[in-house]
Nanobody
Framework: QVQLVESGGGLVQPGGSLRLSCAASGSIFSIDAMGWYRQAPGKERELVARINARGSTNYAESVKGRFTISRDNAKNTVYLQMNSLKPEDTAVYYC??????????????????WGQGTLVTVSS
């Protein structure tokens, strides 16, 4: 089993910054992609940012230029640096980690794990 523990959420004023972290632990053979999702009340969960094993990143258009995702493979940790926060960023943020293990030749098994969520509130 793999557990993801998130931290860093809280209350911040518009224009402020916050840094989220998510550490994975447990039975991990290999970690592939890691990402951050968020869900606001009454809305569907949406992708915020993701980073693959090679460090290539993707961002939602709404956060480009403001958020930065990074990872520390030695610590099995993914981060989300959030700058210039807006009230629209208010949501519960969830991290995810895709772990892999070898399968039949040409295949691998992939499991997706989710953190418990951390609330980010942007308000004056």
């Amino acid at each position: 089993q793999v557990q993801l523990v998130e931290s860093g959420g809280g209350l911040v004023q518009p224009g402020g910054s916050l840094r989220l972290s998510c550490a994975a632990s447990g039975s991990i053979f290999s970690i592939d992609a890691m990402g951050w999702y968020r869900q606001a009340p009454g809305k569907e969960r949406e992708l915020v940012a993701r980073i693959n094993a090679r460090g290539s990143t993707n961002y939602a258009e709404s956060v480009k230029g403001r958020f930065t995702i990074s990872r520390d493979n030695a610590k099995n940790t993914v981060y989300l640096q959030m700058n210039s926060l807006k009230p629209e960023d208010t949501a519960v943020y969830y991290c995810n980690t895709d772990t892999t293990k070898p399968g039949p030749p040409g295949y691998r098994y992939v499991d997706r794990w989710w953190g418990q969520g951390t609330l980010v509130t942007v308000s004056s």
